[in-house]
T-cell receptor
Framework: DAGVIQSPRHEVTEMGQEVTLRCKPI?????LFWYRQTMMRGLELLIY????????DSGMPEDRFSAKMPNASFSTLKIQPSEPRDSAVYFC??????????FGPGTRLLVL | EDQVTQSPEALRLQEGESSSLNCSYT??????LFWYRQDPGKGPEFLFT???AGEEKEKERLKATLTKKESFLHITAPKPEDSATYLC?????????????FGQGTTLQVKP
């Protein structure tokens, strides 16, 4: 299996622009997580889907952030409009029937 | 509030010099404690899951142990390739059972 796939791997954009991050979970996994990692706050959960349904979005910082999971093999995290404080590494992780979450390589986002 | 604290923040060892990393946690009912390894520019890589006090797990030079308040990651005779950031995370029984709460990590450097 290729593992969790994320794209793009790097994104540089200007403040105010829309940013879309993409994730393909491991085939057969039914839970998907979006995390954000910064030096100040470490790894934080943004939102969690189970069977394509959002279960917990309490970590989404504000209305500028939205996430979708239209099917079992694809999810997006959108930031509109982006701000410099959104600069971070965004990770997607997927989980099957056990408790272990497997992480993707991350998307490094820089908002200028 | 569920919380994870890791110490030390950074650790430098000579090759072959054994040591331990600490993860102290406060959680409302532990579902599982997870150890991950993260190399620069990559996503966290799963190492171990521990479920109950007294449990131990080993993998090569790494051994993870768990008590009711903390977990240790023991590194025996480390090699330079063990250099990485080690992350500890807990998952609680209550509320959103999928959510992982991460510590800030311990960055280990092993010098030849």
């Amino acid at each position: 299996d290729a593992g969790v796939i994320q794209s793009p791997r790097h994104e540089v954009t200007e403040m105010g622009q829309e940013v879309t991050l993409r994730c393909k979970p491991i085939s057969g996994h039914n839970s998907l997580f979006w995390y954000r990692q910064t030096m100040m706050r470490g790894l934080e959960l943004l939102i969690y889907f189970n069977n394509n349904v959002p279960i917990d979005d309490s970590g989404m910082p504000e209305d500028r952030f939205s996430a979708k999971m239209p099917n079992a093999s694809f999810s997006t995290l959108k930031i509109q409009p982006s701000e410099p404080r959104d600069s971070a590494v965004y990770f997607c992780a997927s989980q099957g029937h056990g408790e272990t979450q497997y992480f993707g390589p991350g998307t490094r986002l820089l908002v200028l | 509030e569920d919380q994870v604290t890791q110490s030390p923040e950074a650790l430098r060892l000579q090759e072959g010099e054994s040591s331990s990393l600490n993860c102290s946690y406060t959680v409302s009912g532990l579902r599982g404690l997870f150890w991950y390894r993260q190399d620069p520019g990559k996503g966290p890589e799963f190492l171990f899951t521990l479920y109950s006090a007294g449990e131990e797990k080993e993998k090569e030079r790494l051994k993870a142990t768990l008590t009711k308040k903390e977990s240790f990651l023991h590194i025996t005779a480390p090699k330079p390739e063990d250099s990485a950031t080690y992350l500890c995370a807990v998952q609680a029984h209550s509320g959103n059972t999928g959510k992982l709460i991460f510590g800030q990590g311990t960055t280990l450097q092993v010098k030849p």
